[in-house]
């Protein structure tokens, strides 16, 4: 991966809002700091990945608030939740946008749009 930084525009970096996930935070900020060092202009984009549907969840909104303390890191704002679409997807050997969970096929447009937009 860090030989990859070196060299890409952007680094998108899926990540979960448990504590394991995202106690690898500060590592993935120190590897981000070294290839810039290579790659001044390298983007750094998070996403919150398999965040829980169950509406009473709190781990999106403290993980968010968690990676506002690294400033090396957009967070996107589009989100992917835990979705069987993913998996189903996987699978059979699709993409998420030919699966009929519109839910998901949302939530990967979003992000696409946003990585573009960028």
Same mark, same amino acid.
């Given at each position: 991966?860090? %030989?990859?930084?070196?060299t890409?525009?952007?680094?998108?970096?899926?990540?979960?809002?448990?504590?394991? /996930?995202?106690?690898? %935070?500060?590592?993935? %900020?120190?590897?981000? @700091? @070294?290839?810039?060092?290579?790659?001044? @202009?390298? $983007?750094?984009? /998070?996403?919150?990945?398999?965040?829980?549907?169950?509406?009473f969840? $709190?781990?999106?909104?403290?993980? $968010?608030?968690?990676?506002?303390?690294?400033?090396?890191?957009?967070?996107?704002?589009?989100?992917?939740?835990?979705r069987?679409?993913? $998996?189903?997807?996987?699978?059979?050997?699709?993409?998420?946008?030919?699966?009929?969970?519109?839910?998901?096929?949302?939530?990967?447009?979003?992000?696409?749009?946003?990585?573009? /937009?960028?």
């Amino acid at each position: 991966m860090r %030989t990859a930084m070196t060299t890409a525009d952007m680094l998108l970096a899926p990540i979960e809002p448990t504590q394991p /996930a995202l106690d690898v %935070t500060e590592q993935l %900020t120190k590897v981000i @700091e @070294e290839a810039r060092d290579l790659n001044p @202009e390298l $983007k750094v984009l /998070a996403v919150l990945n398999r965040v829980p549907t169950n509406t009473f969840s $709190k781990a999106a909104d403290q993980a $968010k608030q968690y990676l506002a303390e690294f400033p090396e890191i957009r967070l996107a704002s589009a989100r992917l939740h835990e979705r069987n679409a993913y $998996k189903e997807a996987l699978a059979e050997g699709l993409g998420v946008v030919e699966m009929r969970d519109s839910k998901a096929k949302n939530e990967i447009q979003r992000l696409a749009e946003e990585i573009l /937009a960028w």
